[in-house]
């Protein structure tokens, strides 16, 4: 079973570019959770999704950012009109319903220049 | 709202050695799970160890153990026998045990372990 994959692993844009960013879950995972890790700092929840629904938003920013986890594909968290400010880690984790446990994915570094 | 809170930037031990991470958090509920994940250079997020709040015992995994005190809300690392390989940054995270929609894993700021030769 592979573990939870994201790409691209580095990713850079130009400022006003959009990003976009894939996450696929592990086998028999419905549940998708992404993370914002700036530098030096722990992750910040952005955004929990399962199969078609967004069910908790809150940690996104109202502008500029979406995310979609559609019924066949990956996970997508897009950044439209990148900012400096959106320079950072993304993190993807899934998990199968009703566990306690998140499994993490490599991850993917935006840098905007 | 739930924070946990890391007060450690840095720590740094000596091979083979013992060393302990500290990590509090606050919270109003009584059921919760808490866990230590490390971050190495790589950059992979690594889960290290999980306790649950309603459990007394503190749990073990190999060379690592945690130090569960409810009543104070600290849940401490101890890593024995540090090894080079243990080197990274350390996590601490908690989650709501509530079968309801929000399952966001809430993170400190990290520590950074050095292992020094």
């Known amino acids: 079973n592979a573990g939870v994959m994201q790409n691209p692993r580095h990713l850079v844009r130009r400022r006003g570019q959009e990003a976009r960013l894939r996450c696929s879950p592990m086998?028999?995972?419905?549940?998708v959770y992404w993370y914002r890790q700036l530098p030096e700092e722990g992750l910040k929840f952005m955004v929990y999704l399962q199969k078609e629904n967004i069910i908790d938003e809150s940690g996104m920013p109202k502008e500029r950012f979406s995310a979609e986890f559609p019924k066949e594909g990956p996970s997508i968290l897009r950044i439209q009109q990148v900012v400096r400010g959106d320079s950072a880690a993304y993190f993807c984790?899934?998990?199968?319903?009703?566990?306690?446990?998140?499994?993490f994915g490599p991850g993917t570094r935006l840098t905007v220049l | 709202a739930q924070t946990v809170t890391q007060s450690q930037p840095e720590m740094s031990v000596q091979e083979a050695e013992t060393v302990t991470l500290s990590c509090t958090y606050d919270?109003?509920?009584?059921?919760?799970?808490l866990f230590w994940y490390k971050q190495p250079p790589s950059r992979q997020m690594i889960l290290v160890i999980r306790q649950e709040a309603y459990k007394q015992q503190n749990a073990t995994e190999n060379r690592f153990s945690v130090n569960f005190q409810k009543a104070a809300k600290s849940f401490s690392l101890k890593i024995s026998d540090s090894q080079l390989g243990d080197a990274a940054m350390y996590f601490c995270?908690?989650?709501?045990?509530?079968?309801?929609?929000?399952?966001?894993?809430?993170w400190g700021a990290g520590t950074k372990l050095i292992i020094k030769p």
């Open positions: 984790a899934s998990s199968p319903p009703n566990s306690n446990e998140q499994f």
């Open positions: 086998k028999g995972h419905s549940h």
């Open positions: 919270t109003s509920e009584s059921d919760y799970y």
């Open positions: 995270a908690y989650r709501r045990a509530l079968m309801d929609s929000n399952y966001q894993l809430i």
